[in-house]
């Protein structure tokens, strides 16, 4: 006579429930923010602002001998918008993680099963897809303003990783000072003290070599020209790849680090709750 086993199916492994658990959560995510796809238009008013004020007020810089650029200079812009909104939009984050933490929500899933680490990854997750569709909507509207694109499909992807990867590390770093001080101005106060500061000690606007030595010293080390860079050299039609692999390395290494330490203070914060 056969015997049939009736004993229940193996867990799954905790790096299995991690992934289940990160799509449901990511899918949670998304789902709100189908509901209010304004909140990705909004997000978007003041970079388009920038791009075609600062194209057409400053169309003219092109000309200027050693400018050494291939295009328009609404082209130009295209992958210095693009990570300002990777960087505007992320830092923002932290405001939702202190929100979830008010309402109580936060501390509901902290009860539940769920994966600690997919409650992290699904907020990086969603703001990768939020970044993703906002920096495709700046390339279609470069391109209706008549900037074009060389570098074609490749360069686009290109620009959208590397896009992904700063809005990854701020909205990590964003997500961390939420934890840390659960103050909304805080957060504020670190937007302010980064954003434009940032973004004019880059090349976004202008060729690096117009600027004075201290500022380009800083701008080869600013995180956000890294991206601008990456995203302008991708675009061209003669793409300097080694660069570009240089500089894609070593954003992902920053942001894999500060959302290694965003994790660690989620951790720390839960075995608080």
Request: charged share 10%; proline share 5%; net charge positive.
């Amino acid at each position: 006579m056969t015997t049939v086993s009736l004993s229940p199916a193996p867990a799954p492994s905790g790096v299995s429930s991690a992934v289940a658990d990160t799509w449901y959560l990511t899918g949670r995510k998304l789902r709100a923010l189908a509901r209010q796809p304004v909140v990705l238009a909004m997000g978007l008013i003041q970079p388009v602002i920038w791009l075609f004020l600062f194209g057409e007020m400053f169309h003219k810089v092109i000309d200027i001998p050693g400018f050494g650029y291939q295009g328009s200079y609404l082209a130009y812009l295209i992958p210095g918008i693009v990570a300002m909104n990777a960087m505007s939009g992320n830092m923002w984050a932290g405001m939702a993680m202190i929100e979830e933490i008010d309402r109580g929500t936060l501390n509901r899933f902290l009860v539940t099963p769920a994966s600690r680490l997919a409650i992290m990854n699904a907020a990086v997750v969603e703001q990768s897809v939020s970044t993703t569709i906002q920096t495709l909507i700046i390339v279609v509207l470069g391109y209706a303003g008549g900037a074009r694109y060389p570098g074609g499909a490749a360069g686009l992807v290109l620009l959208v990783v590397a896009a992904i990867e700063v809005g990854v590390f701020w909205g990590a770093l964003s997500n961390l000072t939420g934890m840390l001080v659960r103050d909304r101005m805080a957060i504020i106060g670190v937007y302010t003290l980064f954003m434009l500061p940032l973004m004019f000690l880059s090349s976004a606007f202008i060729q690096p070599g117009f600027l004075p030595g201290w500022m380009q010293a800083i701008a080869s080390r600013n995180p956000l020209n890294w991206e601008v860079e990456i995203g302008r050299s991708a675009l061209s039609a003669v793409p300097d790849w080694s660069a570009i692999g240089v500089r894609a390395g070593g954003l992902a290494v920053i942001a894999l680090i500060a959302v290694a330490i965003s994790v660690t203070t989620f951790r720390n914060y839960a075995k608080n709750v």
